[in-house]
C-alpha cells in the first residue's frame, strides 16, 4: 500500500548536477528503509545508494562514491538524490525503492514497493 514518485531526471551534460526526489504514500515514511536503483540499456538492474529509516546511516556503490549523496527529509516523506560530476556511463532509468524495514539492503529483491522511474542521460 506504498507508493512511490520519482521526479528530477532530464538531459545533463558530463560534469553537471540534478537532483531526484521520491514522494512516498501509504505506511509511516520512517520505518521503510529506502534505496535508488538504476537500470541502463541491456544491462541488469544494479544497485546505486541506500538510506535507513531514520537517515543516520548512508551506502553507496563503489562508482558512484563521492559524486552521489542520498538523503531524506521524513516529515514531507521524500527521499532525494544528489547526482553531482556526472558521467556518461551514469546514463540510466533511476528507481527508487523502499523496504518493509529500517534497515538498507543492497539486493534488489529484498525491497517490497518500487516507482516507475525517471529517465537520466548525461552527455559529452
Known amino acids: 500500500q506504498v507508493q512511490l514518485v520519482e521526479s528530477g531526471g532530464g538531459l545533463a551534460l558530463a560534469g553537471g548536477s540534478l537532483r531526484l526526489s521520491c514522494a512516498a504514500s501509504g505506511r509511516t515514511f520512517s520505518s521503510y528503509a529506502m534505496g535508488w536503483f538504476r537500470q541502463a540499456p541491456k544491462k541488469e538492474r544494479e544497485f546505486v545508494a541506500g538510506i535507513m529509516g531514520s537517515g543516520g546511516h548512508t551506502t553507496y556503490a563503489d562508482s558512484v562514491k563521492g559524486r552521489f549523496t542520498i538523503s531524506r527529509d521524513n516529515a514531507k516523506n521524500t527521499v532525494y538524490l544528489q547526482m553531482n560530476t556526472l558521467k556518461p556511463e551514469d546514463t540510466a532509468i533511476y528507481y527508487c525503492?523502499?523496504?518493509?524495514?529500517?534497515?538498507?539492503?543492497?539486493?534488489?529483491?529484498?525491497?517490497?514497493?518500487w516507482g516507475q522511474g525517471t529517465q537520466v542521460t548525461v552527455s559529452s
Open positions: 525503492a523502499a523496504r518493509s524495514s529500517v534497515i538498507w539492503t543492497q539486493n534488489v529483491n529484498e525491497y517490497d514497493y
